[in-house]
């Protein structure tokens, strides 16, 4: 999402008008679910997608009326098998796609995706709210609770709170209002810069963590090895917590060269909140590992917060398959933690 915001706001500095198409509501089987979103430019290129097949090609042809027309609409696709057949699609679902008009060069459109831009950057719950109109668009801006509503004129915290759910929801009334997760609160912290966090790293960036490199190698760490983590760090491993706070928001990821700096980066982990923690290694490993951490005072019931092997078990072997199954691992996770699909 935030390679969609970025580009929609370099449009809009640059002048040039563009559409939003977010699906807002879907029930069924459908190709993707609420919050799903594609951005048509003036030029009739896109960005992002609501599904793919006839469902994005009728989008991108209302979508491009929608320029036209300067306006705002929302537009219902019945994938149902009965009527399937006009459009193409053999899902099964209903979705409707709310289209947002944004012109060129305006200044509070502009502040706004900047603003949007920013939070990517931030370790921060944030909530995206678009007030569902015919005609034109009214009021899109931001909430969170450390900082309420921004953009947002006129509404105020307690209206708001009711609207803020793990997962994006249509607020129907007069007038509607869409609620969805913007970005979320929390790190990846990847414990060693070796092949497998190589090929991790780019991967949970994309699909939306904020990985966090920390190494006691600076060659290991360095932002021309990892450009797509949000920091790197260099520290010894045995002392974590002079460079780092984990929360119950943030994840560990434990995979450096050796027995003893996994033993010391888990000795300190599980003394923390830490929503996830998994460590890379033989089952003989771990078992080791566990019994000095027993040894070391952790409680053995703090040992069942660590999941090990890391990953999910697709018979991964090379260091580009690890990091998939460790990827899927975590996205499971952030589902499970926010109650369905991030």
Partial sequence: MEKLFCAMCDALVRGEDLVLCTIIASSGSTPRGSGAKMAVFADGSALGTVGGGAVE????????????????FTHGFDLSPSQTAGIGMICGGKVVVYFQFFKGGDASAVELFSA???????SKNTWLVTE???????????????DGPRFLSGMSEEEL????????????????????????????????????????????????????VYEDRPEFASRELFPEAAHTI?????????????????YAVIMTRGHQADFEVLRQVLLTPASYVGVIGSRSKIAITNARLIEAGIPEAELKRIHAPIGLPILAETPAEIAISVAAELILHRAQKTGGNA
Wanted: contains cysteine.
């Fill in 57 to 72: 090609y009728q989008s991108t042809l209302l979508a491009k009326k929608a320029l036209t027309k300067k306006a705002a």
């Fill in 116 to 122: 949007v831009e920013a939070l990517f950057s931030q």
């Fill in 132 to 146: 569902i109109s015919e005609g034109c668009v009214r009021r899109m801006g931001f909430y969170s609770r450390e």
């Fill in 161 to 212: 709170s009711p609207m803020i759910r793990p997962r994006a929801v249509l607020q129907k009334g007069e007038p509607s209002y869409y609620v969805e997760p913007l970005t979320v609160a929390g790190y990846v912290y990847v414990f060693g810069g070796g092949h497998v966090a190589q090929e991790l790293v780019p991967v949970i960036a994309h699909v939306g963590f904020a990985p966090v």
């Fill in 234 to 250: 260099v520290g010894s491993f045995g002392g974590v917590a002079a460079h780092v706070t984990l929360t119950r928001d943030d």
